[in-house]
C-alpha cells in the first residue's frame, strides 16, 4: 500500500522557512514524478513544484521560483520542499503527490497523495 506522509508545516513570520518532508512507502519509485501542491482556505488546489525521481528534474510555480527548492533523497525515499522568505499568501495546507504522468503540472496528473501539513505564515 502506498503511502505519502509529510511533516515540517507549522507557523513561520513572514520571510521565515520551512523545511516539508514527504517520506514515501508501499513500492517502487523509480520512475515517478513526486510534486507538491497547496491549497489556501475557499481556493482551488495549486501546482507549487515537482521533481521526477529517475533524473532530478525540477519545475515550480512561477510566484516560488528563486524562494522554494524542492529535491528528493533516494536513500531515504523522501521528498523536501525547503520554502525560504515566506509570505503571508503562502499560507495553505501542503500536500505531496506521486504519479507516472509526465509532465505533472495538474493534480490529475497524480496517483497517491498525502494528507497535508499547515503551513501558516503570520507575524
Known amino acids: 500500500q502506498v503511502q505519502l506522509v509529510e511533516s515540517g508545516g507549522g507557523l513561520v513570520q513572514p520571510g521565515g522557512s520551512l523545511r516539508l518532508s514527504c517520506a514515501a512507502s508501499?513500492?517502487?519509485?523509480?520512475?515517478?514524478?513526486m510534486g507538491w501542491f497547496r491549497q489556501a482556505p475557499g481556493k482551488a488546489r495549486e501546482f507549487v513544484a515537482r521533481i521526477t525521481w529517475s533524473s532530478g528534474s525540477t519545475y515550480y510555480v512561477d510566484s516560488v521560483k528563486g524562494r522554494f527548492t524542492i529535491s528528493r533523497d533516494n536513500a531515504k525515499n523522501t521528498v523536501y520542499l525547503q520554502t525560504n522568505s515566506l509570505k503571508p499568501e503562502d499560507t495553505a495546507v501542503y500536500s505531496c503527490a506521486a504519479g507516472t504522468i509526465r509532465p505533472g503540472f495538474q493534480d490529475y496528473d497524480y496517483d497517491y497523495w498525502g494528507q497535508g501539513t499547515q503551513v501558516t505564515v503570520s507575524s
Open positions: 508501499g513500492r517502487a519509485f523509480a520512475s515517478y514524478t
